[in-house]
């Protein structure tokens, strides 16, 4: 009987690794020209078929989604685009079954697609098996900051959101449930990955150099989740700790959840600062970029008659320096202010999108378009 064992989970909650041991415990994930190559984030490789990641992007852009987005994507089978990427997955699984009778696939997108990953597998009528790993919500939004910039607010909120998701999915299904910290800590867990995908291995020979506890650079516990106060977090944090997922009322978190992404007012503040640029003179300043477009906007800024501002960049590596009398704050350093003003300073339509959407759950902050800004600089000149 042909397997396919599923990976699903929450960008950086230990994917990757789980997909490594998969690999080394006989699963194929295809031809290492196949997978996604490694990078500084990933030093040991993603375990990503890039044909799988193609077609899940391009999904959640059917569905005007990203992977980063909070909502949930509304799939609708019927479609032509849907369908066509449907029978792409299949074709790309198809691939993978003519060269070995058991295969796994990880990409944490398929856990906010998976209804329509389950239809899939389902007629291909094939063993499918799914392995769910989680890690605690506040390492993963330390790392998320790290590499990406994203707020603690919004990671939060996307932690609940891909794992509601798999839950609402799962419920009522085989599948393995694993904690990232067990992985590093408790050989045990290996023992019962080995187990679950019906292989044998000598755990302690041949997987021996792939776990590196070192990558693990924060350590939380579950009454820090339980400190941030928020409720739904805490609780579908602790249901998956104590293995009781099953008990869940799902439809009344999802409800919970949907609360909690509701915005009630628009972010950006371009039309009353057309109306009133005195108005920035009230406001603490952060240009969101420190390259070319970010001192562009100092500069206007500084036109404008406004000297006191900072920037903000998600790159460790300017953060702390100081740029046109501003200094290059973390995302960590400005999540927590009132009365905060960002101007996006970036060219890339789809980062500042991103920028946007990832920075908009901070609380009383706006937004100011580089562009409106560049016309307040022209109109008072």
Same mark, same amino acid.
């Given at each position: 009987?042909?397997?396919?064992?599923?990976?699903?989970?929450?960008?950086?909650?230990?994917?990757?690794?789980?997909?490594?041991?998969?690999?080394?415990?006989?699963?194929?994930?295809?031809?290492?020209?196949?997978?996604?190559?490694?990078?500084?984030?990933?030093? #040991?490789?993603?375990?990503?078929?890039?044909?799988?990641?193609?077609?899940?992007?391009?999904?959640?852009?059917?569905?005007?989604?990203?992977?980063?987005?909070?909502?949930?994507?509304?799939?609708?089978?019927?479609?032509?685009?849907?369908?066509?990427?449907?029978? /792409?997955?299949?074709?790309?699984?198809?691939?993978?079954?003519?060269?070995?009778?058991?295969?796994?696939?990880? #990409?944490?997108?398929?856990?906010?697609?998976?209804?329509?990953?389950?239809?899939?597998?389902?007629?291909?009528?094939?063993?499918?098996?799914?392995?769910?790993?989680?890690?605690?919500?506040?390492?993963?939004?330390?790392?998320?900051?790290?590499?990406?910039?994203?707020?603690?607010?919004?990671?939060?909120?996307?932690?609940?959101?891909?794992?509601?998701?798999?839950?609402?999915?799962?419920?009522?299904?085989?599948?393995?449930?694993?904690?990232?910290?067990?992985?590093?800590?408790?050989?045990?867990?290996?023992?019962?990955?080995?187990?679950?995908?019906?292989?044998?291995?000598?755990?302690?020979?041949?997987? =021996?150099?792939?776990?590196?506890?070192?990558?693990?650079?924060?350590?939380?516990?579950?009454?820090?989740? *339980?400190?941030?106060? /928020?409720?739904?977090?805490?609780?579908?944090?602790?249901?998956?700790?104590?293995?009781?997922?099953?008990?869940?009322?799902?439809?009344?978190?999802?409800?919970?959840?949907?609360?909690?992404?509701?915005?009630?007012?628009?972010?950006?503040? =371009?039309?009353?600062?057309?109306?009133?640029?005195?108005?920035?003179?009230?406001?603490?300043?952060?240009?969101?970029?420190?390259?070319?477009?970010?001192?562009?906007?100092?500069?206007?800024?500084?036109?404008?008659?406004?000297?006191?501002?900072?920037?903000?960049?998600?790159?460790?590596?300017?953060?702390?320096?100081?740029?046109?009398?501003?200094?290059?704050?973390?995302?960590?350093?400005?999540?927590?202010?009132?009365?905060?003003?960002?101007?996006?300073?970036?060219? /890339? *339509?789809?980062?500042?999108?991103?920028?946007?959407?990832?920075?908009?759950?901070?609380?009383?902050?706006?937004?100011?378009?580089?562009?409106?800004?560049?016309?307040?600089?022209?109109?008072?000149?």
């Amino acid at each position: 009987m042909r397997r396919i064992f599923i990976i699903v989970g929450m960008h950086r909650s230990g994917t990757s690794l789980t997909a490594q041991l998969c690999q080394c415990m006989g699963a194929y994930l295809g031809e290492e020209h196949d997978l996604i190559a490694a990078a500084s984030e990933n030093p #040991d490789g993603h375990f990503e078929n890039l044909q799988i990641v193609q077609i899940n992007n391009e999904i959640l852009r059917l569905c005007n989604r990203d992977w980063y987005s909070l909502e949930k994507p509304e799939l609708d089978d019927s479609a032509p685009q849907i369908k066509n990427a449907a029978e /792409n997955i299949k074709t790309v699984i198809q691939k993978l079954l003519e060269k070995n009778d058991t295969v796994s696939v990880k #990409d944490p997108r398929i856990s906010v697609v998976l209804p329509l990953w389950d239809r899939v597998l389902k007629e291909l009528n094939v063993e499918a098996h799914y392995i769910w790993v989680y890690r605690n919500p506040l390492e993963v939004a330390e790392s998320l900051r790290k590499r990406n910039g994203y707020s603690k607010k919004h990671s939060m909120l996307l932690w609940m959101h891909y794992n509601l998701c798999i839950l609402s999915c799962l419920q009522g299904k085989e599948y393995l449930l694993i904690h990232y910290r067990d992985i590093l800590e408790r050989p045990q867990t290996l023992e019962k990955l080995s187990g679950f995908l019906a292989c044998d291995v000598d755990a302690g020979a041949k997987l =021996d150099g792939i776990i590196k506890y070192g990558y693990c650079h924060s350590k939380y516990t579950c009454q820090d989740v *339980k400190n941030t106060q /928020n409720t739904l977090l805490a609780d579908l944090y602790n249901v998956l700790l104590k293995n009781q997922e099953t008990e869940a009322d799902v439809l009344q978190w999802e409800a919970s959840y949907k609360s909690l992404i509701a915005k009630t007012e628009n972010k950006y503040f =371009d039309r009353e600062v057309l109306e009133n640029p005195e108005c920035l003179k009230e406001k603490e300043i952060i240009i969101y970029g420190a390259g070319n477009y970010g001192k562009k906007a100092a500069m206007m800024v500084r036109q404008l008659g406004i000297s006191k501002y900072n920037f903000c960049d998600k790159d460790i590596h300017k953060q702390g320096m100081r740029l046109l009398d501003g200094r290059i704050k973390s995302i960590a350093e400005i999540e927590n202010k009132r009365n905060l003003l960002v101007i996006i300073a970036m060219e /890339n *339509k789809q980062a500042i999108k991103e920028i946007e959407e990832t920075l908009s759950y901070i609380e009383e902050v706006r937004f100011l378009s580089f562009f409106a800004l560049k016309t307040i600089r022209e109109y008072i000149n």
